[in-house]
DNA sequence: TGTCTTAATAGAAATGATTTCTATTTGCGA
DNA sequence: TCGCAAATAGAAATCATTTCTATTAAGACA
């Protein structure tokens, strides 16, 4: 039961708000990475009272809960995307059209056994992101 | 000559002034990564007349000429650190001190060849950067 | 099903890193 | 040395994100 959104909420320790349920709902359907204020306006077309805040608060919780994925633009704003694939991936994302896709190839065992043997450090967390073009947004430039 | 800066500004196509040495000195001399803030507080040290603008453009001019990095904390603040190291690499951030080591292990090119194969787009940029704990701040969180 | 506790929320306000703007200064090529 | 474009200072603006406080509502439990 992928898109039982009490069931993940029910799962993160978090109350079943309409607000909560809505914003995985958007999210879900979408295939594109959002900014928080774009999420905003979606749900004020589902909710006639619904803060920013609100938003930003649910966002955070969610991608703290392995939910969602947060996304670094070059830009330094934030983005969020739901990504249905749970094993331990990557993105490309397109720069033009936001569109996500998944890099399977992931060194962190290598990098991890690295730091620990080389550096005799520990890791916390690793970023690894390509930005870039999509196939076809690489096609309309050229056209 | 590496520590050359009026050479490294002129490639740069930079003026020489002095705000712009000041800066990569303090940087080249520095075992840590910086915020602009920190970096302006050692500059106030140097100059009676001295704005936070000015090294903000300035580290990221030198960053866009590739002679200093930009460091993305998980905190969302920016960090500038300066990295003899000029061929290919990434990087393991300190979180606790601010040390930095050389990551020399890359699959950028396994990743382009897996974009441009698999996902038909093309590759602007990537990010790849390990955060943790240095061995010296690992050893004093047990002890 | 109602009560109660606590988490969740709205809305306004604050925050703070970064950028913009404009007048002034300065590097450096001619 | 001169002159012009680039660089700078300092104040002000920007704007994404967070904080604060009073209010609301989820859901555990009786």
Known sequence: MPDDFPFILKKLKLKVTPKR???LDILMKETIYLSP???WER???RFNKIGLPTVYRNLEELVEGNVIWKISHPNRNLYYFFCRNRSHHHH???LSCRNVEDI???RLRELEKLVK???KGKVV???LQVNGLCS???KNKKG
Do not use: G, P, Q, T
Request: some cysteine.
């Open 21 to 23: 349920v809505a914003i």
């Open 37 to 39: 204020e774009e999420i």
């Open 43 to 45: 749900m004020k077309m």
């Open 92 to 94: 490309f994302i397109c």
């Open 104 to 106: 399977n190839l992931c």
């Open 117 to 119: 043997e080389e550096l």
């Open 125 to 127: 967390s690793h970023i």
């Open 136 to 138: 076809r947004c690489k």
